[in-house]
């Protein structure tokens, strides 16, 4: 079956402008997860969305980051006015529950290059 | 001090070695440890998963979780090119949010 897709594959944009990172989760997980992975650095977590509760936003760094869940499925990590320090890959990953106990099932990624 | 301690290597070992790559980390209230792969350019997979301590293994894999001295370990017997990866490990004390170290370049010689 299909696993986790992300959309653009690489995003290169100019500092300043807005852009929107896209995932589409394993049918039928409820939990969905964002990370960032900068050069040298692990996974970090930025958010996460289970089922219709409200998200865990604790890991977004400032507030020109914001993400969306549409029908449970579908989310769409947003960046505004992009800065060269969010230059990463941006992961998404989604499990059946979120309890650690449920293997997270990541996708391939998005690059982001802000020049 | 970071919660979770790996050393970014790249760690290089020609084929068939025995790899051992190693994490420390500083909440004695992790209960959950994994190891997950990640090929370049590709999304990490989870690879082992252990609760609490001791060794779990699976094929050629070991997982090791020493609580006392907080220190987690994979080994890789008879290691192969296709191990070539970065290797992260990761750690819990909650039920949903996971805590990841940097991960190790590993570069098995043919």
């Known amino acids: 079956g299909a696993g986790v897709s992300q959309s653009p594959s690489n995003k290169v944009t100019e500092k300043g402008k807005d852009v929107e990172l896209r995932c589409d989760p394993i049918?039928?997980?409820?939990?969905l997860y964002w990370y960032r992975q900068s050069l040298g650095q692990g996974l970090e977590f930025l958010i996460y969305f289970q089922g219709n509760s409200a998200p865990d936003k604790s890991g977004l760094p400032s507030d020109r980051f914001s993400a969306e869940r549409t029908g449970g499925s579908v989310s769409t990590l947003t960046i505004q006015r992009t800065q060269q320090e969010d230059s990463a890959v941006y992961l998404c990953?989604?499990?059946?529950?979120?309890?650690?106990?449920?293997?997270?099932?990541f996708g391939p990624g998005t690059r982001l290059t802000v020049l | 001090q970071k919660e979770v301690e790996q050393d970014p290597g790249p760690l290089s070992v020609p084929e068939g070695a025995i790899v051992s790559l190693n994490c420390t980390y500083s909440n004695s209230a992790f209960q959950y440890f994994m190891w997950y792969r990640q090929y370049s350019r590709k999304g990490p997979e989870l690879l082992m998963y252990t609760y609490s301590s001791g060794n779990k293994e699976d094929g050629r894999f070991t997982a090791q979780v020493d609580k006392s001295s907080k220190y987690i370990s994979l080994f890789i017997r008879d290691s192969q090119p296709s191990d070539s990866a970065t290797y992260l490990c990761?750690?819990?004390?909650?039920?949903?949010?996971?805590?990841f170290g940097k991960g190790t370049r590993l570069h098995i010689l043919p």
């Open positions: 990761a750690t819990s004390n909650r039920d949903d949010k996971i805590i």
């Open positions: 990953a989604s499990s059946l529950v979120s309890t650690v106990r449920d293997e997270q099932f």
């Open positions: 049918s039928g997980h409820t939990a």
